[in-house]
């Protein structure tokens, strides 16, 4: 136990699986967490975690009710683990007097919009991109639409309603498709933001990788650089496997680390955990997206990390604790085996109705773990109306190559049996029988 006065705040939307690794870290640190979860004010602690309720949707006031609860507390820390919690995270620690990202540079973190916009205005390389209505009308709006092109929801994650379009009878389907998932109830009840809108922007052709990162005092620290092996070109955009050291060249991962200091300068965050995708083809290294939170969920756990091979690694929740603590061993190299994770993907929408050779899959040498995250008899849906995947499947090796060659084969001994949901019928069309 290291300072048992020690308070921090963890902003996320859910309870889970890595809230979980956060706390066992902070047992292990004798910190105490203080969770701010969107829920319902009028709920007595449901689950009994003791969390400050709020809504994200609006983050100064969520700062505000933050603040009020911990009147007169000394609050050492605050992290936040999604991109909703991340807004209101930065508004409290401005409050709070705790040194985190300006709320700013996070609000423009959310906003795909607004990224590129400030991309552009730094000098970076982006693609041509416009703002539409989620209902174009087809001339004049479609004039300057080049193809292929991408239409993304301003302010949704993991690329949930992303789709590329090839030409103009492509692009009014994916401009209705998009429409309708952002009309749905489901995303209305989010209240995100511009959901009346739609950004649109030129397809960036190559590879992609993802960059996990720590800021300390405005300065990158480049934890761990992610290949994508499986091609990301549409026409939807739902990522599998996450291997990682990257099988690129050191020149190339140079020119990405180089690129990703540039972003973070650009968006003016200058502390804490950022995860953030690129792309790399003969042209340039262009940024996609960066965010100023964690890597999501559980493909955390494809970090670790340890001074030398005798220590006991650990997590990236502990390091990002002891760095917004400011306790020693923030700065540990990660480990130096290679890792990766599959988030199982969903090959056509459905109700999950059996998972069979989950037995199989963990007994296979260099699996470390297999979680089966969706539930049976519920609807999971596909991408690009999906965001959530079927579960995750975990390995290690020597070599990036040995860890994705694992992961394939594995991935073949697991039979997930989705069958189509049925339509409901309403009571008001339903046909009673003659003379009924």
Same mark, same amino acid.
């Given at each position: ?250 020149? @190339?991962?140079?020119?990405? /680390? +180089?690129?990703? !200091?540039? *972003?973070?300068?650009? &968006?003016?965050?200058?502390?804490? #955990? ?124 020597? @070599?990036?190559?040995?860890? /994705? +060659?694992?992961? !394939?084969? *594995?991935?073949?001994? &697991?039979?997930?049996?989705?069958? #189509? ?16």
């Amino acid at each position: 136990m290291m300072n048992s006065s020690k308070q921090l705040l963890l902003f996320t939307a859910k309870l889970g699986y890595q809230t979980r690794t956060f706390e066992d870290a902070a047992r292990k640190l004798g910190v105490q967490l203080v969770y701010v979860t969107d829920r319902c004010h009028q709920l007595e602690d449901p689950w009994g975690d003791q969390a400050i309720a709020v809504h994200f949707e609006s983050p100064e006031a969520a700062a505000y009710t933050v603040m009020e609860a911990l009147r007169g507390q000394e609050v050492s820390g605050v992290l936040a683990l999604g991109d909703r919690p991340a807004a209101a995270a930065a508004y409290a620690a401005r409050g709070l007097g705790i040194e985190y990202n300006h709320p700013a540079s996070v609000e423009a973190c959310r906003s795909k919009l607004r990224m590129r916009e400030v991309f552009r205005d730094a000098g970076l390389r982006v693609p041509w991109f416009r703002s539409l209505p989620i209902t174009p009308v087809p001339e004049p709006s479609l004039v300057g639409i080049h193809y292929p092109c991408v239409l993304k929801p301003l302010s949704l994650s993991a690329s949930q309603g992303v789709i590329r379009a090839n030409n103009r009878e492509e692009f009014l389907a994916a401009a209705a498709r998009l429409r309708r998932l952002l009309e749905s109830a489901d995303i209305r009840a989010t209240r995100e933001p511009n959901l009346d809108q739609m950004l649109v922007e030129g397809y960036i052709p190559g590879v992609e990788v993802a960059v996990e990162g720590l800021l300390v005092d405005g300065t990158l620290r480049i934890l761990a650089i992610f290949d994508k092996p499986d091609p990301l070109e549409g026409p939807y955009f739902e990522e599998t496997i996450y291997v990682t050291p990257s099988r690129l060249p050191e020149a @190339t991962q140079g020119q990405i /680390e +180089r690129c990703a !200091r540039d *972003v973070t300068r650009a &968006l003016g965050l200058s502390t804490g #955990p950022i995860h953030a995708e690129f792309r790399i083809n003969e042209d340039s290294i262009w940024p996609i997206e960066i965010a100023a939170r964690p890597i999501g969920g559980l493909c955390a756990r494809t970090l670790r990390f340890s001074a030398c091979e005798a220590d006991e690694p650990i997590a990236l929740e502990e390091l990002l604790l002891r760095h917004a603590l400011q306790l020693p061993g923030w700065d540990v190299p990660r480990e130096s085996v290679a890792s990766g994770v599959m988030m199982i993907p969903v090959p056509h929408s459905g109700v999950l109705e059996c998972v069979s050779g989950e037995a199989a899959a963990r007994a296979t040498p260099g699996i470390t773990e297999l979680l089966i995250t969706a539930r049976l008899h519920d609807y999971i849906a596909a991408w690009p109306e999906g965001s959530t995947y079927l579960g995750f499947l975990f390995a290690s090796g020597r @070599t990036a190559a040995e860890v /994705e +060659r694992q992961i !394939r084969e *594995v991935h073949k001994k &697991l039979d997930f049996k989705i069958a #189509p949901r049925l339509p409901v019928e309403h009571p008001a069309t339903r046909r009673l029988p003659a003379g009924g």
